[in-house]
Nanobody
């Protein structure tokens, strides 16, 4: 079973940037599509960015142009560069497989956007 560990979250002011990392263990993820998901307070978990095993990316409309997903298969790691953050981006961020989230969910990393 693939497990993920997310890191890189924190408190940031509106307009700021963060880079999240997702380290996977238990299997090589190079053959997996991967996604970054988030759960905001009082809301369901949603997919915000995905990357195929060939590197094709796609984003939710709410983050398009501000977030960039990438992967380093040699490090078994997926990243999420987040720019121009706003309060609506406040959430716990997780990574998992895409299109099917078959990996064990990690603890996630908290992102709080506030002045």
């Amino acid at each position: 079973q693939v497990q993920t560990v997310e890191s890189g979250g924190g408190l940031v002011q509106p307009g700021g940037s963060l880079r999240l990392s997702c380290a996977a263990s238990g299997s090589i993820i190079s053959t997996y599509g991967m996604g970054w998901y988030r759960r905001a307070p009082g809301k369901q978990r949603e997919l915000v960015a995905r990357i195929s095993n060939s590197g094709r990316t796609n984003y939710a409309s709410s983050v398009q142009g501000r977030f960039t997903i990438s992967r380093d298969n040699a490090k078994n790691t997926v990243y999420l560069q987040m720019n121009s953050l706003n309060s609506e981006d406040t959430a716990v961020y997780y990574c998992n497989g895409w299109p099917t989230a078959t990996m064990t969910w990690g603890q996630g990393t908290q992102v709080t956007v506030s002045s």
